[in-house]
């Protein structure tokens, strides 16, 4: 490596195409040389042209057997992931990778083996770890400005609810939208869950319910540590993005507000009336991303350890798995327990 | 009664003493003509006579069986409320008590039937509904601006933590401290509490644990209407009286902040500082005490209901327990459970 | 002077009633021995009867007469201001005063040579020096936080227009509304008007400049210290009360937000709703009032100065003439020009 | 033009790279093909590579000279600007300009004579009107939300002072730094400026004394529509980047806020402390340049007029020209002064 990774991207979805924009003219030190597609059509060929990747392919194989190729983006269908970093740490490649590594823990306990095995770096896409906001209420807890941590809060509420086409194979609230929170909670708190207790419900649209799933859900979280923790979710918030997170300690507390459209006020005899809250995860997280790809250019390029690793990835499924059988069962449910830590 | 409610002060502690003087000088209507307090000392005569009442006694009696006194306020020490409930309402004076009733539930319930059978008022001292933030979170909600409501939330921090002498006594955070949030959930969800998950910790300090109690909890909630609910306590939130409540709904949101000390902001190179929330209860339910007063008056005076009644006062203490019984079982608890319902 | 300071009240209208309560129900060691009011009727001795006033007159004289009377609160009319201090002074009593404390300079200085000479106590109601936010901004600066001053800006905007029957007596903005924010820019910036330059419009309504008055205005002042300071003021602001202030120095800036009549916020599709400011003065220096009258008793019992003083009072008066004549010139105008320091 | 604006771009410094690198990874339809420097080294080279400029040259003439170029980035310095805007007019290539088009006037209206004759479009860099919080000030502003206008404010500060290197050429705070603020409050009031009022002193540092400047000014100005302004400027405002604006009418106020680093607020028994603005003008109007760049990019491909022209561009310098001879002779100044309009 001189200077520059030379990357190769498998998946050009939504995720793909931005980490793809974003690598190409906001990443110093990157460069994709390679994007792969199983459904490589004009329009992602277009795509490719105009941020300046040179090579399309319909293989991923193409970018694994390149040795020009320092490393992987994958943004494919989380089905894929487990396979492609097998293969891509195989073919010695720094790998990215976006959330979840896979649904079950046996996919993941294999990745992470063949990632350790070939001593190649995997990073997870835990993007809001990179929030300038999220990571200023971690930097004030973790540098000790509220002491001993007592609790963790998190408010994570989407603007509005996904197609139920979407929710069939979604994994659940818990494996598709609140894995962020549970990542969250480990991030803030500086400690292990040991223990979740899942309360949810169907308000927003009982056809939740004809997928065995829930659209708001309250978990509440123990920590190895002592510490307690609470993350509520809801599919649709119709007042926009709300993304806040609390943490409080011995010495106070620090949390964060949202980020709204723009900072003007209007005041009349009706009150003051402010912006909503940027819109959704891509308007919200849009720098998050940015500084998540630099994160990783630059523990490639420096051969640093990569923020967020493997067993991140690992840990927030098994959360969340705790948390789906708490839901089923009205229990709480250890993190130890045999359901949570098998496939 | 002629415009002026007279009214029987019994108990001159810190709450006595504040309703007291509220009474006397804030509420329009009011006429303390006597005070009772099993220990008058010459302090308490002192304090009578400096916000104008005339008459003092170490006697309940002398007020119950005053036939020009209304009505009374029970600001004495809990274990005494519902006997002197009872005996007020057999007097046919309408009530004002201090939260809570009672902390078993045969007391509260002869305390109640009592009331009914005498055809008196009863109001029951849950001051936070009277709070101009909460009342107008509340009202946003009340009146449909968020439409069904999902979840609400409740965040509930002493600045300090009591002595320990006082927590011997306290009957537990869930009775002492979260009852008054048991309450607010009721009144901001519009919708009865059916099951509790409690979770707590000795975080704060260590000797709680010796009277079998926690100094922060996480209580989740689930309510008729099916909208979930949580809150959470801690005793020592060294940041400030830390009283903030959110009601999540199909519409909307509607939340409140702190109210701070004053709105200055400093802005330096270390960022911009604001000031802390204003210290504890006094500080900020001191003009929801003379609201909650004066609602007491006014129900009196016009007859109307009281807006916080025995009903209230039960519900309260039901959940508190069924918490408490949570916490020791690790379990969720509904609130028809034979250990909620009976003493 | 045992503990306890004998007041006599002269002028119970609006303010006087104000004042009246406050003292008798609020303020420690305050006591009203008798109320005088050239047009003393029914309502305002019903009204001394309610808050404990023993003794109604329609004669100053019986005030000023009475040697049990340690102090006097002047709230008559503007043009009986000096008369009352004049006589105040010769009675020995010590004397807070309703601004302005007249509007030529003749009467103002003939009042404090009057106070002077008697040796007693002056206060002139500048009520917003006592009001938490300005003086926590104040506190701020004076402490040094922000170092040296540079910009003193103040933005006093009342919610509706008084009036024309009360414009034509006035005395203008300057001397009616604005004059409170050139004491504001004193206070804040510790130092002393040496010029100002004054534009001003009638926007709100054209029938102000009927009276030769505007109703919207801009004024610059330079100060002794080098600081420049800036004061808008506007007689309607329909969105409520605004009143802030900032002070901007060479290591930072302090300044305050309104006071809101709740915290709550309403987040809904059209955005972010929150509370209008409280409505008028009354509501916003509600408590200020209170901490003012307890500032002069506290001076007046431990014989110490009065916070706010009779120089303070004539300050503020040469700034309003002074920017009286510069809006008439269009000119800047120093504060030792002749026409602004003779009558 | 087919759908892309292929672009010169005159200057590569600081501004200049900003464009450019903006133009070539942000600004769809925008192609940078050529880039000119009179003083074009390697530094300059590696970056035009760096972000796809395929040509450079020391010529600005390459780019004038080019038929397949359709519009011009003048970033070079002030006293080229006039030169090179007839010259790129005559051309026939659409121009942005980086504000201001010169200091004198004769200069700015031979530029604005070039560009109607040969019928090509300028837009001037008032790169604070794309500001997200003030184009919604500016939006509810006119839109009709406050109906008509009374008051603008504009409170404009820098976080640090630039060396007297720069001072020295920099043509004075107003024509320097408050021009954009000239700019602003013609936007914001939807009027013209008739006469402006300039106070000013050196208070962060007494060299600025030496070059005739000031540091730190205060100017009040009047509308054609009969409206009032002040905009206060400091060259140092050590808590960051002050940029709020204000406009108050018949119905009510819209303002805004700073842009904070981050939304995380730490509370402590210090307080709540927040982040510090946006550090500077890269920082804060980072996305605004993009927004320009789009604006100008549209204007040309869809042949629409461009949001801020050539008239723009020379009403602020007359208002800084007004302001500078205010400040000068210490009375307001109107704008059809002959000293205003003549060089």
């Known amino acids: 490596m001189n200077g520059v990774l030379r990357i190769g991207l ?9 980490h793809g924009s974003n690598l190409q003219s906001l990443v110093k030190g990157a460069e994709i ?8 059509d004009e329009d992602k060929e277009r795509w490719a042209k105009s941020v300046g990747i040179a090579r399309c392919s319909r293989d991923p194989e193409d970018i694994f057997e390149d040795p020009d190729i320092d490393a992987v983006f994958i943004c494919s269908s989380t089905d894929t992931h487990a396979d492609f970093i097998v293969r891509a740490a195989k073919a010695g490649k720094n790998i990215f990778c976006e959330k979840p590594i896979a649904v079950n823990v046996s996919d993941i306990n294999r990745s992470l083996r063949a990632v350790e095995k070939a001593g190649v770096k995997l990073q997870v896409g835990f993007v809001r770890r990179f929030d300038k906001s999220h990571k200023a209420v971690h930097d004030a807890a973790a540098s000790g400005k509220i002491g001993k941590v007592y609790v963790v809060k998190v408010c994570s509420r989407d603007p509005e609810a996904p197609p139920m086409s979407y929710v069939e194979k979604s994994g659940g609230i818990f494996m598709d939208m609140m894995i ?12 292990e869950v040991t223990e979740v207790y899942a309360a949810g419900g169907c308000l927003v649209d009982s056809h939740f319910a004809d997928y065995g799933d829930v659209d708001t859900a309250i978990v509440t979280l123990r920590f190895e540590n002592g510490a307690l923790g609470v993350i509520d979710n809801c599919r649709q918030a119709p007042y926009g993005y709300d993304q806040r997170v609390e943490v409080h300690g011995e010495k106070g507390c620090v949390r964060d507000e949202n980020q709204l459209e723009d900072e003007a006020r209007l005041a009349t005899a009706s009150g003051t009336l402010g912006a909503k809250p ?8 849009n720098d998050a991303f940015v500084e998540e790809e630099r994160a990783f250019v630059k523990a490639c390029l420096s ?5 967020v690793g493997g067993k991140d990835g690992l840990k927030a499924v098994l959360i969340a798995k705790a948390a789906r059988k708490s839901l089923e069962t009205g229990r709480p449910v250890r993190l130890d327990d045999p359901d949570v830590t098998s496939d």
């Open 33 to 40: 040389v390679c994007a792969a597609d199983l459904y490589l």
């Open 180 to 191: 962020h929170d549970f990542d969250m909670v480990r991030y803030l708190s500086g400690s």
């Open 10 to 18: 498998i998946g050009m979805g939504r995720i793909g195409k931005l």
């Open 278 to 285: 940027t819109w959704f995860f891509l308007e919200r997280y």
């Open 303 to 307: 051969d640093a350890p990569v923020p």
